[in-house]
């Protein structure tokens, strides 16, 4: 029975990932077909609507918000309406929360040397860690300083972490990948570089 059980363990955690992909690319695509489908059908002529133009629309309209945030009085603009929506209750937790995680992964991937661990004082454990800020300037006096750097520790199986304020001389440069080592953390290791576990 223990046997069976391990079995189907193995093809539940092999099944499970790519199920939940899956059904996120299809609500996504679903969700983009029918809102902005609605609107394709509204503006072209009757019978020239074709199955799929509301999910082109959609990937067309993100595409062409990164090309136009590239013009600088559309960054600003962008820019007020963000600080107006980080003003609202609730919408500026989840906002916020959404924005800064995917601006910290995109910049700490181009950066290529953000992963670090941090030795524990007196021992010989180690957390696995990923440097966030290196310099302090608009910031609170006292905060940081020349030799001070922040370093984010995700917990293990759950979203939350630590922000430790540590030395430099405390970290050592791992050399992986910023997605790889959040992977890695917050499986507790069960993942390894590429998604793919280790026995």
């Given at each position: 029975m223990k046997r069976i059980g391990g079995i189907f363990l193995k093809g539940l955690l092999a099944v499970l990932p790519a199920v939940v992909t899956l059904y996120l690319l299809y609500w996504l695509g679903t969700t983009a077909e029918d809102v902005l489908?609605?609107?394709?059908?509204?503006?072209?002529?009757e019978g020239a609507y074709v199955t799929g133009l509301g999910l082109l629309m959609g990937i067309g309209a993100i595409f062409g918000v990164g090309v136009l945030l590239n013009v600088y009085l559309l960054q600003r603009l962008w820019s007020g309406g963000e600080k107006l929506l980080l003003r609202i209750p609730?919408?500026?937790?989840v906002y916020g929360a959404v924005r800064d995680l995917l601006t910290f992964v995109s910049k700490a991937e181009e950066s290529g040397d953000q992963v670090v661990t941090i030795q524990i004082p007196g021992t010989d454990y180690r957390l696995l860690g990923v440097v966030t800020r290196r310099h302090w300037s608009g910031l609170p006096a006292?905060?940081?300083?020349?030799d001070t750097i922040a370093v984010y520790t995700p917990m293990s199986y759950q979203v939350g972490?630590?922000?430790?304020?540590?030395?430099?001389s405390a970290v050592t440069p791992v050399e992986m990948g910023?997605?790889?080592?959040?992977?890695?953390?917050?499986t507790a290791g069960m993942s390894a570089g590429g998604g793919h576990s280790e026995a």
């Open positions: 489908g609605g609107l394709a059908r509204a503006v072209l002529p609730v919408i500026k937790t006292g905060l940081g300083g020349a972490g630590y922000t430790l304020l540590v030395p430099r910023v997605e790889d080592a959040m992977r890695f953390a917050v």
